[in-house]
């Protein structure tokens, strides 16, 4: 039985597990991953670990994290909740039971809707092991695509023309939507600019309209303005979303993310929900709106974690 039970070793989970040892030393927390790594930050991995300027190894921030807080790492996949009787299912069957819990889950890429968005060959990317798959996959091709331009499609576009690829990025839109919303449209355009100035082929007012293969694998990609590149690797970066599949079922209510309050609680006392698996649009919630996604997810496990850290010392 852990006091916390935390589901998710990304930036809010990480954030709330240090907030709730401060807070309460002698607690039992427990954070479960389904990624098979200790915490990295996503945002490494298109800014240094594709492009080669960072090493695989290098991208875990201090590993010694778990033993430093006394905090158990579980790798491992919650299929179930019982919110009532306060248990997790793991993939596998086994049961973890927790006094509070907190939802710290994230969200996974949008999968692309095009058609031929089945071959082999379109990928997505949100995890290390996406990173790692698109360099593999990179090797080899004379041409990548890139579908989707906002930062995380630049930013994937910039690092992989940097390792020396042939990048085309399709933006839906002109100058000014390169790396949108994150970038104002002034700081857009130069962006534009320095990705042509640096080699990055910038597609503007276009984007998908097919992906054409054989035997299953990619091997065009059709745009809604004709042209025809010939690639086995197009990667899709349209955004990402709350997996809520895990709560089919439970007395936790989600809409796109999984519902708080102001004090980011979820509809049951004993559970709250923190960075980009948590809906923050009800009434009195702005104030856990913290600019952009990450520190979002940072600010918002601290104080989740400080709210569980008192519930347990009450
Ligand atoms: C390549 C990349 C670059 C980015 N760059 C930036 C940037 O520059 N600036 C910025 O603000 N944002 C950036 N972002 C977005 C930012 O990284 C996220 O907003 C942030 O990581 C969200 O943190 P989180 O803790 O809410 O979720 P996540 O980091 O997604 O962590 C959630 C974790 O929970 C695990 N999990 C989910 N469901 C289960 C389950 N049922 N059982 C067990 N484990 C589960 C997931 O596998 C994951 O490890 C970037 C994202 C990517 C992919």
């Given at each position: 039985m852990a006091d916390v039970l935390i589901i998710g070793n990304g930036a809010a989970g990480r954030r709330a597990a240090e907030t709730i040892r401060k807070g309460s030393p002698n607690a039992s927390i427990l954070m479960v991953t389904d990624e098979p790594f200790p915490f990295y930050p996503?945002?490494?991995?298109?800014?240094?670990?594709?492009?080669?300027?960072?090493?695989?190894?290098?991208?875990?921030?201090?590993?010694?994290?778990y033993s430093r807080n006394a905090v158990s790492l579980l790798f491992g996949r919650v299929e179930r909740i019982d919110a009532e009787a306060r248990v997790a299912m793991l993939r596998g069957g086994s049961a973890l039971n927790y006094s509070y819990l907190l939802f710290a889950s994230g969200a996974v890429a949008n999968k692309p809707r095009w058609p031929?968005?089945?071959?082999?060959?379109?990928?997505?990317?949100?995890?290390?092991?996406?990173?790692?798959?698109?360099?593999?996959?990179?090797?080899?091709?004379?041409?990548?695509?890139?579908?989707?331009?906002?930062?995380?499609?630049?930013?994937?576009?910039?690092?992989?023309?940097?390792?020396?690829?042939?990048?085309?990025?399709?933006?839906?839109?002109?100058?000014?939507?390169?790396g949108a919303p994150a970038l104002k449209p002034e700081q857009a355009e130069n962006r534009c600019d320095s990705m042509i100035k640096n080699g990055v082929?910038?597609?503007?007012?276009?984007?998908?309209?097919?992906?054409?293969?054989?035997?299953?694998?990619?091997e065009r990609v059709v745009t809604k303005c004709g042209a025809v590149i010939h690639t086995g690797l197009a990667i899709a970066t349209i955004g990402a979303s709350p997996d809520l599949r895990f709560l089919e079922g439970s007395a936790i209510k989600t809409a796109r993310g999984i519902v708080v309050d102001s004090e980011l609680r979820t509809s049951t006392e004993t559970a709250f929900?923190?960075?980009?698996?948590?809906?923050?649009?009800?009434?009195?919630?702005?104030?856990?709106?913290?600019?952009?996604?990450?520190m979002n997810a940072m600010k918002q496990g601290e104080y989740a974690g400080a709210k569980i850290a008192e519930l347990l010392n009450q």
């Open positions: 996503r945002p490494k991995l298109s800014l240094g670990f594709m492009s080669g300027e960072i090493k695989k190894d290098d991208i875990f921030l201090k590993p010694d994290f031929g968005s089945e071959l082999d060959g379109v990928v997505t990317l949100r995890t290390l092991a996406d990173a790692e798959d698109i360099l593999r996959r990179a090797e080899g091709q004379s041409k990548i695509v890139v579908a989707g331009a906002g930062i995380l499609g630049v930013e994937a576009a910039e690092a992989l023309c940097k390792r020396g690829a042939s990048v085309s990025l399709l933006v839906r839109g002109g100058k000014d939507k390169v082929n910038v597609e503007l007012d276009d984007e998908v309209e097919r992906f054409e293969g054989s035997e299953g694998r990619l929900a923190a960075g980009d698996c948590a809906e923050t649009s009800g009434e009195g919630t702005e104030k856990q709106q913290y600019g952009s996604p990450y």
